[in-house]
């Protein structure tokens, strides 16, 4: 079984930074795409941003240039660095990951941790 745990989240101030943490642990065969998603209260859950297992990166447009996804694929790791936040940017984030047994695959879910900005 394979488990994801966020770590990072809290309070902090408008136009302040934030670092989320995700690590995979249990019997891993082969994580391809890894990244964050969130859900604000009373709205559905949206793509924050990707990282393919090569490096590549997708960010929602609400927050390019102020978030950065990174992963370190030796740890089964994912960050979001979260720099100027804004009030908007609070939800709950949950990691997410691809983890596939040869040809098939199922998706991960972390537990979610809540990022609160204050304006």
């Known amino acids: 079984q394979v488990r994801l745990e966020e770590s990072g989240g809290g309070l902090v101030q408008a136009g302040g930074s934030l670092r989320l943490s995700c690590a995979a642990s249990g019997t891993i065969f082969s994580i391809n795409a890894m990244g964050w998603y969130r859900q604000a209260s009373g709205k559905e859950r949206e793509l924050v941003a990707v990282i393919s297992s090569g490096g590549t990166t997708d960010y929602a447009d609400s927050v390019k240039g102020r978030f950065t996804i990174s992963r370190d694929n030796a740890k089964n790791t994912v960050s979001l660095q979260m720099n100027s936040l804004k009030a908007e940017d609070t939800a709950v984030y949950y990691c997410?990951?691809?983890?596939?047994?040869?040809?098939?695959?199922?998706?991960?879910w972390g537990q979610g941790t809540q990022v609160t900005v204050s304006s």
């Open positions: 997410n990951a691809q983890h596939y047994i040869g040809t098939w695959y199922h998706q991960l």
